[in-house]
């Protein structure tokens, strides 16, 4: 009789992992326009500070005061490095290839947090899921158009750096699960722009390009937005598994779709989308629930 409570708490991880998923499809459509006038570390940078600002005041507003000490701090501070390396290799990708493509390879992410579910956290994953995850990363082949596959030329170099963010995103995704279970998690938001924010600021006087006013309007947005994806991103992980929530991250390329044809005039690739039903096939079995005999 105990089962609601807990069900309704995966449930509701899950609706803030797919709002959270859709604030940073937003806040990507925002970085691939800007990579057009700003260097990727400086656009990390306003991610990243303002982030911190909005976070930081939003808490001071609310309860007068900042929680901001932690039992693992060195564990916080990797977590953000590891966000900081993910959204730089991402961005960077941004700037050399669509956005639905970035986002389909990507997918890989979700697998990689599943198999580290399993071997880290000791999550329950069975055979089913592990063939979801061998499926999966058969759909990311597919997505990267390797020659052998595809018999046409294969996809530009930077096709890599999100398969590079996919990893990184996968040990951040662990990590925050991780920190659920040691820290509060209004700490661990306040953390999560901390040190990103003190690495992307030393390489700011390299790039720093003099941004117009309405620029400093959308630097200010990037930073919301991406503040409010991975609080969003906190509170679900704190309430729901790593391998549950992991595959809800395939609902990001209905959003990278959309925004990459209306914004961009970019229709998606069929290799494109062949690969992500592939890896969306390998998510749905990752996904569904594993049935138990009773007793």
Not at 56 to 67: A, E, K, S, V, Y
Not at 102 to 121: D, R
Not at 151 to 161: E, R, S, V, Y
Request: hydrophobic share 55%; aromatic share 10%.
């Amino acid at each position: 009789m105990a089962l609601p409570r807990p069900m309704n708490g995966r449930l509701a991880g899950v609706a803030l992992q797919l709002t959270a998923l859709a604030v940073f499809v937003c806040m990507d459509t925002m970085l691939k326009l800007l990579t057009a006038r700003f260097a990727v570390p400086q656009l990390m940078w306003a991610r990243f500070f303002f982030g911190l600002l909005a976070a930081t005041l939003f808490f001071l507003l609310l309860r007068g005061r900042l929680p901001w000490r932690s039992r693992a701090p060195w564990l916080q501070a990797a977590r953000s490095l590891l966000l900081a390396a993910s959204n730089l290799l991402f961005s960077s990708a941004l700037a050399h290839l669509p956005l639905t493509d970035c986002t389909a390879i990507g997918f890989a992410s979700p697998l990689f947090t599943v198999a580290l579910a399993a071997f880290w956290l000791r999550e329950s994953v069975g055979p089913r899921r592990w063939i979801g995850v061998g499926i999966g990363f058969l759909g990311v082949l597919i997505a990267l158009r390797p020659p052998f596959l595809t018999g046409g030329a294969p996809m530009h170099w930077a096709a890599i750096l999100p398969l590079g963010t996919a990893a990184t995103f996968a040990i951040y995704q662990i990590l925050t699960r991780r920190l659920a279970t040691i820290d509060d998690p209004r700490t661990t938001i306040l953390h999560t722009g901390l040190a990103a924010s003190l690495a992307t600021s030393l390489a700011l006087p390299l790039v720093w390009t003099p941004p117009a006013a309405g620029d400093w309007a959308l630097l200010v947005a990037l930073g919301l937005l991406g503040g409010i994806g991975h609080g969003l991103l906190v509170l679900a992980y704190a309430r729901a598994p790593a391998s549950l929530l992991a595959p809800m991250s395939y609902t990001q390329l209905i959003w990278a779709s959309l925004s990459a044809l209306l914004v961009f005039g970019e229709p998606p690739d069929p290799i494109t989308l062949l690969g992500a039903a592939v890896i969306a096939l390998g998510g749905v079995l990752v996904a569904l629930p594993d049935h138990r005999r009773p007793g």
